[in-house]
């Protein structure tokens, strides 16, 4: 499987970068997976309800750019569908079995993503109710990914 994680924004912290490379390494065995990042556009604090809309916009073709016709694209967004681990796990192995080799994730950026980004995903994913910044998402993601690939492949993890 292919997996692309498509982000708003340069990853800074050196924490981060070290997990998240961390299970791009590990998940290795089990899928290619990239991390494409498009730059965000300047949010200053004061924004008015239009400019916040022209930010989402101007990110949200940056992203949709680099979305794969042929991707089955999975939006993380904090009023998406909850889902368990294994529910992620089954969704991930319903793809593989179907043939949808090439798998979309999407990170907005701090003001989040667009109607049209929105709208070219096959589902809205979310990760509880609370707001992650999004590059601590992208750790959160990638580990679940993996864990997702250990729970198919019948693999021990930690609970
Ligand atoms: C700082 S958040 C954006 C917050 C913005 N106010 C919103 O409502 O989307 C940046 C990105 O991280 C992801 N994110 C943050 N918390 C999340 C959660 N609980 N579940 C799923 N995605 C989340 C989303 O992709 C979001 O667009």
Redesign the pocket.
Known sequence: MNISIITVGKLKEKYLKNGINEYIKRLGSYAKVEIVEVPDEKAPEQLSEAEMLQVKEKEGERILAKVSQDAYVI??????EMWGSEKLAKELDKLATYGRSKVTF????????STAVMQRSDAA??????????QL?RLILVEQVYRAFRINRGEPYHK
Request: aromatic share 8%; no cysteine.
């Open positions: 939006a993380l967004a904090i009023e998406g999407i990170i907005g950026g701090s003001l989040g993503l994913l979310s990760f509880s109710k609370m707001t992650f910044p999004h998402m």
